[in-house]
Each structure stands twice: as structure tokens, then as C-alpha cells.
């Protein structure tokens, strides 16, 4: 035999001579491989199609205010996804809520040991990706069909919960400060309209403008019904003098007069606006805060939902034929190989060291 004997053209006269070897390894490795795949259980899928939604589009107060609701392919809302999804906190939630720990037949829930495994298995059966569409796709495989399409729809939902979470804080910090706003100007308004009427009670003014105009209208008239008086005419004189000064002085009897009028009209002058300007604030401060209040309180989805994960309705894995074949084909290609092997052990030997053993 020479060396170029063991070429590939010279695999045949090899494999003919082993042929009953081969063959017997071929139908062993198919008759194992196939109680095999046999015996491995079915692996279904379920996935679920989201796209991931700009947080500040899909801020309540915007959205009360008129504004729309928009679709994001940017990048880092799709990396902000993708992290939540795979995060171990959002693991260990549906884990626990699904009980997976006995799903896996893993013992000893709460060890490191059982923790990495059950963990371990998880993150195995959890594939979550940005297709080529800018959309996320949120696949779970497992035995049950139906408990695949649940975990991953919950998966959705739990990645829509923390997406929402990076926002729910500051939004709470900002209804704070929309109460403590309106608690402030509720205790001012309050204020200034109780000096309001401290002023009015003490000026006797009860309305600036008809008050004013009032006032100058019996002034009036009363000098002129005291000048014809006083030239004969009817009417008393002192009754009118006395109703003149009564109706200019602050001393003269009356609450009503022009001298506590021009002292006060100022001051109730500023008092009304102050006033008028606080309860302005004071309602809008009070609609804002009752918006931003409703806003927390409301549940806008942070994804815009696609595809939901129905239950499959044909296995993924595994695929038994090729199982089998694949076992077969390496089954075949590894026996001819060693005995290509040994022959070539036997051709040394018997070349350079004696006869070879039978």
C-alpha cells in the first residue's frame, strides 16, 4: 500500500472493507438518536410584537392638554427596551408570579444555586430583538404552549410598567409642587379677600366706580340745593349744610362719604385686583393640579402594541428528522475516520516495523 492509497478517492476500498462495521455503528447511532428525539418534549413559542413609544409623548399631562400620542423608532428608546426586558428585575417578577422554580423542577427555591438556575434556564427561553422594522420582538419558548403565549405577554406588560416607573417619580414631584402651588395661593386669595372686606367695611366703600359716581351725583345736587337755598329759595339751610359736610367728611355721620372714599380708593383700588388676580391663579393653579392629579392616576401605555403572543399552534423545536439524520451523518463521517486512522496505523507498521497484527 502506498501513501497515496489514503486519499479521498481511497476512503472506498476502506469503507468497503469495514462496510459491516460501519454499518452497524450507522444503525446503532439511528436507532439511538431516535429514541432520543423521541423522547425530548415539544417546544413551543409565542411572540409578541411591540413598538416602544417616546415617554414624553406619552406624558398624561400632554395628552390631556390636546397633544399626540407618537410612535418612536429612536434609538435609545429602543435600547431603553430592550435593557428592561432583559433586566433580571423583570425576570425575577415573572418568575416568581409563575412559579417557575417548579415549572423547572428546580429545588430549593431562594439558594444561589437554585436562583442561577432557574435563572439560567429563563433568560435561555427568553429572546427579545429589534427587527428590521424598528419594532421589538419578544419571544418565549416552553413546553406549554399556553403558559409561553402568558409569560410573554406579562413580559410585555411588566416592560410597559418600568418603562412608565422612569417617569412615575418625577411626575409625583411635579403634583407636589402643583399642590403646594395651589395650597399657597388657596391660603393668599384667602387673605387678601378678608383684608378686602376689612377695607371696604372701613372706608365704607362697597364699589368703587357706581360708589364714586353716587357720591359726585348727590354732591352735586346738594350744593346746588343748598346755593338756592341760601338765595330764598326752598329748603333748609342748615339741614343742608349739615347734609353737605355729612357727605364730604369722615366725621360728619355718614358712612358713606367723599373723604373716606378718596382715602380708601387706592388702597381698594389695589386690594380688588390683588384680589381679582389671585382668584385668576388660584383657579388655574387648582385645574392644574387636578390634571396633573387625574395624570398620575391614569395608566397610559408607554408601547404600542402590535402583535399580541397567542399560544403557538405547531411546535418549534426540536426537529426529530434532522436529529436523527445529523446522527447518522456524524455517526459516519467519526467511523470513517478512525478506521481510515487505523489503517493507517497498520500500513506504518507494517512498513517500517514487521508484519502488522491481524
Known amino acids: 500500500m502506498t501513501p497515496s492509497s489514503f486519499s479521498l478517492l ?9 462496510k459491516n462495521l460501519l454499518l452497524a455503528a450507522v444503525a446503532l447511532a439511528a436507532v439511538v438518536s431516535t429514541v432520543v428525539a423521541l423522547l425530548l418534549p415539544n417546544i413551543y413559542k409565542s411572540t409578541a410584537v411591540f413598538i416602544p413609544t417616546n415617554p414624553q409623548t406619552a406624558d398624561p399631562d400632554r395628552l390631556v392638554e390636546g397633544a399626540k400620542l407618537e410612535l418612536s423608532g429612536r434609538s435609545e428608546d429602543l435600547d431603553r427596551v430592550l435593557t428592561i426586558g432583559e433586566s433580571q428585575p423583570v425576570a425575577l417578577y415573572v418568575i416568581r408570579k409563575f412559579n417557575l422554580y417548579k415549572h423547572y423542577k428546580i429545588d430549593d427555591p431562594g ?70 402651588r395651589y395650597t399657597y395661593l388657596k391660603d393668599v386669595f384667602e387673605q387678601s379677600r378678608l383684608q378686602l372686606v376689612a377695607a371696604r367695611n372701613r372706608y365704607g366703600i362697597y ?12 354732591l352735586i345736587e346738594t350744593e346746588s340745593a343748598l346755593r338756592v337755598a341760601e338765595g330764598g329759595g326752598p329748603g333748609s339751610v342748615p339741614g343742608l349744610r349739615r347734609a353737605l359736610y355729612a357727605l364730604t367728611h369722615a366725621d360728619g355721620g355718614n358712612r358713606v362719604n367723599i373723604e373716606s372714599y378718596v382715602r380708601g380708593a387706592d388702597s381698594l383700588s389695589m386690594f380688588t385686583s390683588r384680589v381679582a388676580d389671585l382668584q385668576g391663579r388660584l383657579v388655574g393653579a387648582r385645574a392644574a393640579f387636578e390634571t396633573a392629579e387625574i395624570s398620575l392616576k391614569s395608566r397610559v401605555s408607554s408601547l404600542y402594541l402590535v402583535q399580541k403572543a397567542y399560544p403557538a399552534t405547531k411546535k418549534s423545536a426540536p426537529i426529530r428528522w434532522l436529529i436523527v439524520v445529523s446522527s447518522v451523518l456524524v455517526t459516519f463521517g467519526l467511523s470513517v475516520l478512525l478506521v481510515a486512522l487505523l489503517e493507517i496505523y497498520r500500513y506504518n507498521r507494517t512498513r517500517f516495523g514487521g508484519p502488522a497484527a491481524a
Open 111 to 180: 439558594t444561589d444555586v437554585s436562583d442561577d438556575a432557574v435563572l439560567r434556564k429563563f433568560t435561555g427561553n427568553l429572546d427579545i430583538t429589534h427587527n428590521e422594522r424598528d419594532a421589538i420582538e419578544l419571544t418565549f419558548k416552553d413546553e406549554d404552549k399556553q403558559l409561553a403565549a402568558r409569560i410573554a405577554n406579562d413580559l410585555v406588560n411588566a416592560i410597559d410598567s418600568v418603562n412608565q416607573q422612569l417617569t412615575l417619580e418625577n411626575r409625583r414631584k411635579v403634583l407636589g409642587l402643583y399642590r403646594s
Open 207 to 218: 364699589g368703587l366706580e357706581q360708589q364714586g359716581r353716587y357720591m359726585a351725583k348727590q
Open 10 to 18: 481511497g476512503l472506498a476500498p476502506i469503507v468497503q472493507r469495514w
